[in-house]
């Protein structure tokens, strides 16, 4: 079993910041990857940025590329997701997510993650 506590969401006005944190215990050594996702309401969950937890090789959604930076502290057991330039569309529920394996279905798909988080709340203001 993995579980996942994010924290660090809030209300901040477009173009301001946040960095959202997520610590991870339980089956750590098996962990291949770190993904945060992102729902907003009436849409599909979508995915954010991705981060390979032995080699940390990262992954972004063309949307957030450039204003987004995933990272991990291996000591700590955490993701982090440092978030520049918000904008009022970024607005959404944040899931962070675990994969024990490389997903055949790419690590952009939440299909391919088998532990989920609670969400944090991000809200951007215009």
């Known amino acids: 079993q993995v579980q996942l506590v994010e924290s660090g969401g809030g209300l901040v006005q477009a173009g301001g910041s946040l960095r959202l944190s997520c610590a991870f215990s339980?089956?750590?050594?098996?962990?291949?990857?770190m993904g945060w996702f992102r729902q907003a309401p009436g849409k599909e969950r979508e995915f954010a940025a991705a981060?390979?937890?032995?080699?940390?090789?990262?992954y972004y959604a063309d949307s957030v590329k450039g204003r987004f930076t995933i990272s991990r502290d291996i000591a700590k057991n955490t993701v982090y997701l440092q978030m520049n330039s918000l904008k009022p569309e970024d607005t959404s529920v944040y899931y962070c997510?675990?994969?024990?394996?490389?997903?055949?279905?790419?690590?952009?798909?939440?299909?391919?993650?088998?532990?989920w988080g609670q969400g944090t709340q991000v809200t951007v203001s215009s």
């Open positions: 997510a675990a994969a024990l394996w490389s997903p055949s279905q790419g690590l952009g798909a939440v299909s391919g993650y088998h532990y």
């Open positions: 981060i390979t937890w032995s080699g940390g090789f990262t």
């Open positions: 339980g089956r750590t050594v098996s962990t291949y990857s």
